[in-house]
């Protein structure tokens, strides 16, 4: 049961590589979205809102088409990158991590915006005050006290990416060794004679690592409450 195949150990160690790069590369930006939505007001706020929320009521096979067609090798985006800087995402385990990224972006943006929303605005004020600039409040201030909400969005987000399929093989395909991960090997496996035990393991495996991932975001979110009110 639990003799993992060096073919099925590819596909895990690949399946969180993807998830960390993606999530990784998209905290950043989540972090810049939700202090945008949470603190300012302007004209298409709604719309933002929206856009940035479709990947979850799109189907991922409609996404993963639309990732195609932008960033495929003769997309409008795709095709400049390739022949002007050889970035090449279309079937390659680095547009799976885009794709991750995309589908799981709006479960890391919101966990942020609350946080961000939740900080009293009063201590901002504060610190501009005694001179701080806008953005020495913001990472003396307002990231500290929203650090659970960046954790949780996180997790989430690395969650979401690690269980990424629809968007990703439509985009990326089942390429093993390249971008077949866990999901897409699970798909594959239960496509052939004699793939369920197989199927299985990738299933257990799959569970335990999104287990350890929550208890280990619930741990840190509660270390970072407790250093915020200084126990």
């Known amino acids: 049961m639990f003799d993992i195949s060096p073919t099925e150990w590819t596909a895990v160690l690949l399946s969180l590589r993807v998830a960390t790069v993606a999530t990784l590369v998209a905290t950043p930006l989540g972090i810049a979205v939700g202090w945008l939505l949470a603190r300012r007001e302007f004209w298409g706020k709604s719309l933002l809102d929206a856009v940035i929320h479709l990947p979850l ?11 195609l067609l932008t960033f495929g090798r003769r ?5 400049w990158l390739a022949d002007h800087l050889g970035i090449v995402f279309a079937f390659r385990w680095t547009g799976a ?3 991750c990224g995309i589908m799981s972006f709006p479960l890391l943006v919101r966990p942020i915006r609350l946080s961000i929303e939740a900080v009293d605005r009063r201590l901002e004020q504060a610190a501009a005050t005694l001179g701080a600039a806008p953005w020495q409040v913001f990472v003396t201030v307002t990231l500290p ?17 690690l269980g990424e399929f629809g968007a990703t093989i439509t985009f990326v395909s089942n390429i093993p060794g390249e971008t077949q991960t866990i999901s897409s090997a699970i798909y594959a496996l239960i496509q052939t004679p004699d793939g369920d035990a197989a199927a299985m393991r ?8 999104s287990t ?14 407790r250093r915020l009110h200084g126990n």
């Open 57 to 67: 009521v799109l189907p991922p096979v409609v996404t993963g088409y639309l990732l």
């Open 75 to 79: 997309g409008v985006v795709g095709a």
């Open 97 to 99: 991590a885009l794709a």
């Open 145 to 161: 006290l929203a650090v659970s909400g960046v954790l949780a969005g996180m997790v989430l987000g690395f969650a979401k990416a």
């Open 202 to 209: 990738l299933v257990v495996v799959s569970v335990l690592i």
């Open 212 to 225: 350890a991932a929550l208890v280990a975001s619930e741990w840190f979110a509660r270390r970072a409450l």
